[in-house]
T-cell receptor, first 115, second 115 residues
């Protein structure tokens, strides 16, 4: 079965510092990987995806993610954190085993950026 | 607002009652998904529609849950004989068949509390 794991419940970083939110995955075949962000009282918003191509993908709000096949990881990164980046971040994988209809989400990582 | 909308935003009900939620996807999107999210967890896939056809349904979805999308536009999710364990945020998402990004657009959710 395909799955994603987010090993950190919470990440704390100071404003201006680089941030990393970790994600590892387990899939059969080529992975379709995503990052979504959830702000309080708002729906999930798409940040970025990896389908194929360059291992470093860029997304919204200055975020990027690095796909590493050998380590089965897809960590979310940002060079300089903002207080407004504080939110809940979800890594997700599209379940291609069952036709690609289902997206499997990790448990989420809460990011706190301190001023 | 041309995003995904969900109604009601909050629903409090007593155990044993039936509830129905509505989702209006982005108008040109033919694919619609329902998810359930509990505190501290990522969204959990419930079911998927392509136009009016329900193509995938989670095994976690008991017989008390039913979803429809009669005209391929809005969708409803009904829970019969609610239980306290049904308390959760119910999320709807949509995407377009022609979207090359596989990005899902999420609504704000309906928060269900079963007393």
């Amino acid at each position: 079965a395909q799955s994603v794991a987010q090993p950190e419940d919470q990440v704390n970083v100071a404003e201006g510092n680089p941030l990393t939110v970790k994600c590892t995955y387990s899939v059969s075949g080529n992975p379709y990987l995503f990052w979504y962000v959830q702000y309080p009282n708002r729906g999930l918003q798409f940040l970025l995806k990896y389908i194929t191509g360059d291992n470093l993908v860029k997304g919204s709000y200055g975020f990027e993610a690095e796909f590493n096949k050998s380590q089965t990881s897809f960590h979310l990164k940002k060079p300089s954190a903002l207080v407004s980046d504080s939110a809940l971040y979800f890594c997700a994988v599209r379940d291609m085993e069952t036709g690609g209809f289902k997206t499997i989400f990790g448990a989420g990582t809460r990011l706190f950026v301190k001023a | 607002d041309t995003g995904v909308s969900q109604n009601p935003r909050h629903k409090i009900t007593k155990r044993g009652q039936n509830v129905t939620f509505r989702c209006d996807p982005i108008s040109e999107h033919n694919r619609l998904y329902w998810y359930r999210q509990t505190l501290g967890q990522g969204p959990e896939f419930l079911t998927y529609f392509q136009n009016e056809a329900q193509l995938e349904k989670s095994r976690l979805l008991s017989d008390r849950f039913s979803a429809e999308r009669p005209k391929g536009s809005f969708s409803t999710l009904e829970i019969q004989r609610t239980e306290q364990g049904d308390s959760a945020m119910y999320l709807c998402a949509s995407t377009s068949r022609t979207s090359g990004t596989y990005e899902q657009f999420f609504g704000p959710g309906t928060r269900l509390t079963v007393l």
